[in-house]
């Protein structure tokens, strides 16, 4: 009886809402699943100061780096850094190859392969900036020194175009154009799909070019013509020379743009005026002039 009339009960509080609101009430829908985004962090041991593996509570082991050589690292880099990527100090001020801080906007992975690329591309232009000016200044190109200043060769009419090419200078930058496009192009297909430029396309000849399946290192016979880095270490040693020397190539490149804006001369003009008379030429008398000073 007590059953039949609580029916009765919810028979009317039904018909009571649909009067109501005018249709018969809808069962909210069930909530999405959210995606959720994880970054484990090592921790470290009170007793023994490194940090070990646990593997029921899901923790990860991390290098222990007190005989590491480090520069301003903190227990926030370190716990990303660990040591395995060439010429990695721990030094990440501003933390963007933290997987936890980046969010998601810049891949650490990306940052490690520009890196390498970027430091390349600098080791060429830095070399080739400033051996025009030596070997002109040696007398073994016919041009004068002051002719052939980096920044007075390309296209840029405000720095100078220069006409002694054996082709007219824009066609010969709208070239350069097009093969740096195929180039980089390829380049990026290989660091989204690894091995993929090793795909025949015709007669089989992009073989050679399938690499290592590391964008950073393809090696292979034109990548690493001479077989070096046999061995794990000695890959390691040479790829951390190889960044080292990046780094210093595009901090060389930034001060060649920083002198050429001030001074309006080439890497090798500034060289040999500083050896000349370092009392009044150098970066304080430099940037004295700018401002209208001479130190």
């Not at 059953?3 to 028979?11: E, L, Q």
């Not at 040591?83 to 001020?93: H, V």
């Not at 190889?242 to 210093?248: C, F, P, S, V």
């Amino acid at each position: 009886m007590a059953s039949t009339s609580m029916v009765k009960s919810a028979a009317n509080l039904q018909a009571a809402k649909t009067c109501f609101v005018g249709q018969a009430p809808r069962s909210a829908p069930a909530a999405k699943p959210l995606a959720a985004r994880f970054v484990v962090r090592a921790e470290k041991s009170q007793a023994t100061g490194k940090v070990t593996e646990n593997k029921s509570e899901g923790k990860v082991t991390k290098v222990d780096r007190k005989n590491d050589t480090l520069y301003f690292a903190s227990d926030q880099s370190l716990s990303y850094l660990d040591g395995s990527l060439a010429g990695d100090y721990g030094f990440d001020p501003l933390g963007l190859s933290d997987p936890e801080g980046a969010g998601g906007f810049i891949d650490p992975a990306w940052l490690k392969y520009s890196e390498v690329i970027h430091g390349r591309w600098a080791m060429l232009g830095a070399a080739g900036c400033i051996a025009p000016e030596i070997l002109a200044s040696a007398g073994v190109i016919p041009q004068e020194a002051s002719e052939v200043v980096w920044f007075k060769t390309g296209v840029i009419p405000p720095a100078g175009t220069y006409e002694k090419y054996w082709i007219d200078p824009f066609s010969l930058f709208f070239i350069e154009v097009v093969a740096m496009q195929f180039a980089e192009l390829r380049r990026w297909q290989d660091y989204k799909n690894p091995g993929s430029m090793g795909k025949q396309y015709f007669l089989g000849l992009e073989k050679v070019f399938e690499g290592s399946g590391n964008p950073s290192y393809p090696g292979g016979q034109f990548f690493n013509v001479f077989n070096l880095g046999k061995s794990e270490s000695a890959l390691k040693e040479l790829q951390t020379k190889e960044i080292k020397n990046g780094r210093l190539a595009m901090l060389a490149m930034f001060g060649y743009g920083a002198q050429a804006v001030i001074t309006r001369e080439g890497p090798f003009a500034n060289l040999t005026a500083h050896l000349s008379d370092p009392t009044h030429n150098n970066i304080l008398t430099n940037f004295g002039r700018v401002f209208g000073q001479q130190l």
